[in-house]
């Protein structure tokens, strides 16, 4: 739907400094748990036992909805939420593992294996603070739209002569 001659759409909500700080959180800790859950496959590629496919897949679904979030969709705040959940519990599970491989008779990974274990403890508070920013931005409500008449309100949409005019 495009707008009525004369119609501006405005989303007041979006224009907050507090959902700017929110909306950019979400993206940054999204790409981090990416470059988290990445340096984790690559470390240790071979180990994953058939897993990596599942850990590629999620890195592409955390860029995509990093990009969606970046262009102010709501929507995907909730996936993200249910994702970073998930992975949190997993790395919660798979961080004990790897600190127990580092020991001498186990195949070595790319990456030492303690610090594989230190890079999924990271993923665990970096996932619980995604959850939290992606709630608080599902609840800043940024899709209200506004329509404003563009005749009669100024750029702020206060009612009154425009600048322009006089």
Not at 24 to 46: E, N, P, Q, Y
Not at 116 to 126: K, T
Not at 127 to 142: H, N, P
């Amino acid at each position: 739907m495009g707008e009525s001659p004369g119609v501006e759409i405005r989303h007041p909500n979006r224009e907050t400094a507090a959902a700017k700080a929110t909306k950019a959180a979400v993206v940054l800790l999204l790409l981090v748990s990416a470059a988290l859950v990445t340096l984790i496959v690559v470390g240790g590629w071979r180990e994953l036992q058939g897993a990596q496919g599942v850990a590629i897949a999620w890195v592409i679904v955390y860029l995509l909805i990093a990009f969606y979030v970046s262009r102010w969709s709501r929507g995907v705040l909730p996936v993200a939420s249910g994702l970073a959940i998930l992975l949190a519990v997993l790395a919660a599970v798979a961080a004990p593992s790897w600190f127990d491989r580092d020991k001498p008779g186990f195949d070595e990974p790319a990456l030492p294996p303690g610090l594989i274990g230190l890079l999924c403890l990271l993923l665990i508070p970096v996932s619980l603070l995604l959850i939290a920013f992606a709630m608080r931005g599902f609840s800043q409500r940024w899709n209200v739209e506004v329509e404003i008449p563009a005749a009669g309100y100024d750029e702020t949409g206060r009612l009154g002569p425009s600048p322009a005019a006089g």
